[in-house]
């Protein structure tokens, strides 16, 4: 399919741009995971990238500085929101050339996209092969993170994101870096204090996400596996001696006591042999007394029975369950029906993730359908709009909840919150 560019006449109209502007700003604001699910949102503004990549090759759009810079921002932020709909070819150049400007930009999501993108087209080594392309790509990268030069090996370079890369592995190395490591850099590096706060944030989470894309496929925290907070589980330790146990504080009582227990039993001391009595025989009568057993009835039919109470053990409503069995009831899915599922906000997750798992297995053909279908739910929108209120008004999520709370307003609490986030990394 051919897509003819835009006129200058049409792109220098501002009425043009401030509609598609506002039309835009609104799809971030509340419809940030819907696009996968509406398939005209989707389409309307696959159209528009695709119009936009052919009218930025005229060498007279290109000329006009003031234009360009006009719909380049928009452009890339559409492209990076489309990230899983692009070959192999167009996601390494976006990262190549405009990774930075996606995390200054504060682009909702884009890490998970490309988690969606690795999970949904490769398998087994071939995710390594395909994030190792993505590793060399912000390694070339030149976009600028700071406005001052850096020192990098006794010389004086620009502070080019590859450059601040190539500072990291000279300072730890090549291998996976903890976040401990991590923030011994920040703590020990003189380059570091030469940028702002606001850049040293941005460029700690550029580090982590890199860091992550060393892991192989099948070590947890890949880009292969569900967040670890899925299933519960916390990292402890530092470098090499890192362990991962259950995140649950009960969880991990009950296993601390079991352990106890146990090492007590193995400290007593070995019974000896017991004298028993002997039992008396058991006389036989002929058989010709014995009187024929009868016959057992015939155990009555039980029907299976029905899951009709949640993880807590209280009855719901039904339709609750039948909203995790279809990619249409996925949609509706509220806070209440999260809540129903467990009182406990990491089980209920875990439940409504084996179940859109179900889903996936059955319909494999129909994942990002279905993904799309929940990140268009009741539920994660009411995750999007708190996380928004969050960074808006520069507060964190559990100030948010307390004002929510005061105000009666429908909230996420703090553990809610982050369990929800998960489900939508994990599919």
């Known amino acids: 399919m051919t897509f003819p560019p ?26 940030l995971g819907g696009y996968s ?72 999501d884009v890490i998970g996209r490309l988690r969606t993108k690795v999970q949904a087209v490769w398998y087994g080594q071939d995710r390594d092969v395909f994030l190792q392309k993505i590793r060399q790509a912000l390694k070339e990268n030149k976009e600028t993170l700071g406005k001052t030069e850096i020192q990098l090996q006794g010389k004086t370079v620009k502070p080019y994101l590859q450059n601040w ?32 706060q606001e850049e040293r944030k941005l460029l700690r989470k550029i580090f982590e996400f890199y860091e992550v894309l060393k892991i192989p496929f099948n070590y947890p925290g890949s880009f292969s596996f569900p967040p670890l907070y899925m299933y519960g589980i916390e990292v402890v330790g530092k470098g090499g001696r890192q362990i991962y146990r259950p995140a649950n504080p009960r969880t991990a009582a ?21 004298l028993r009595r002997p039992k008396k025989p058991q006389v036989v009568p002929p058989s010709s007394l014995q009187k024929p057993a009868p016959p057992k009835p015939a155990p009555a039919f039980a029907p299976p029975k029905k899951l009709e109470e949640g993880l807590g053990g209280k009855p719901i409503a039904k339709s609750a369950f039948s909203k995790l069995n279809s990619k249409e009831g996925l949609s509706q899915l509220s806070v209440e029906d999260f809540r ?88």
């Open 6 to 31: 835009y006129s200058k006449q049409e792109l220098e109209n501002k009425k043009f741009y401030q509609e598609i502007k506002i039309r835009w700003q609104k799809m971030k604001d509340y419809d």
């Open 37 to 108: 699910g509406n398939i005209k949102t989707q389409q309307y503004w696959w159209n528009f990238m695709k119009r936009m990549e052919e009218t930025f090759k005229d060498p007279s759009f290109a000329s006009d500085k003031e234009l360009f810079e006009r719909y380049l921002p928009l452009f890339l932020e559409v492209k990076f929101f489309l990230l899983d709909r692009l070959d192999e070819k167009e996601i390494i150049d976006l990262f190549k050339n405009h990774f930075v400007f996606a995390m200054k930009s504060n682009l909702a």
């Open 165 to 196: 890369l190539l500072d990291l592995e000279l300072s730890l190395g090549s291998k996976v870096h903890s976040p401990l490591e991590i923030t011994n850099y920040f703590f020990k590096s003189s380059n570091v204090r030469l940028i702002s």
């Open 340 to 427: 129903a599922f467990s009182p406990n906000p990491r089980e209920a997750a875990r439940f409504i993730f084996r179940k859109i798992k179900k889903l996936i297995l059955d319909q494999p053909h129909l994942r990002p359908q279905i993904r799309g279908t929940f990140l268009n739910s009741l539920l994660y929108h009411l995750y999007l709009s708190q996380g928004k209120e969050a960074i808006d008004s520069a507060k964190t999520i559990s100030e948010i909840v307390k004002l929510r709370q005061e105000q009666a307003r429908p909230h996420l609490t703090e553990e809610e919150y982050k369990a929800v986030g998960a489900i939508a990394k994990a599919i």
């Open 254 to 274: 009950v296993w601390e006591s079991f352990k106890k227990e146990k090492k007590e039993i193995s400290k007593m001391p070995k019974r000896q042999g017991i």
